[in-house]
């Protein structure tokens, strides 16, 4: 008889390094299929096999701007139905996840993860400073600058009515 024993990785935490790998592996892609990051996790084996909470966790769980149920986890943000990427600070989540994890703590990752921490954190600033730079609406933020910023504002409305009967 085989002695089996328990994972000692949360689900949570083996979704996030999943994904993590996944986008670790493919910078070119945005997102991923919730297929994608099930499939990754059962190929890194972090818990010896599929476990079959893991489909939950990606789905609901994990993804911050879904309504907790019952799990509460920042790991995952849901980018249009049935894909996902990692959670970045800044993006917009539901009121009831207010201060959930977003990372593993470094304590619980297995031997071999921890670098991951590390690529997150300037993976995460750079897609934010990106986003910030292609967001249109940020974008706009100079356009409103005063077109009569070198005179008086009645200055410029007199000069542009210049000429009109």
Not at 133 to 156: F, I, K, N, T, V
Request: charged fraction near 30%.
């Amino acid at each position: 008889m085989r002695a089996t024993t328990k994972p000692t990785i949360k689900v949570a935490d083996e979704v996030w390094i999943a994904t993590a790998l996944l986008h670790r592996e493919h910078p070119e892609r945005d997102d991923f299929s919730i297929e994608e990051i099930v499939q990754r996790a059962a190929k890194e084996s972090l818990a010896n096999g599929n476990r079959p909470g893991l489909y939950v966790h990606v789905v609901q769980h994990c993804v911050a701007n879904r309504a907790p149920n019952p799990g509460r986890y920042r790991m995952l943000f849901e980018t249009n139905p049935g894909r996902r990427r990692l959670f970045r600070k800044g993006d917009p989540y539901h009121a009831a996840r207010e201060g959930a994890k977003i990372t593993p703590n470094r304590e619980d990752m297995p031997y071999g993860y921890h670098g991951l921490l590390s690529w997150y954190e300037e993976w995460s600033a750079e897609r934010a400073r990106s986003a910030s730079r292609q967001d249109p609406l940020l974008a706009l933020a100079d356009l409103g600058a005063s077109p009569w910023a070198d005179e008086d504002a009645d200055e410029y409305v007199r000069r542009l009515r210049e000429g009109w009967e």
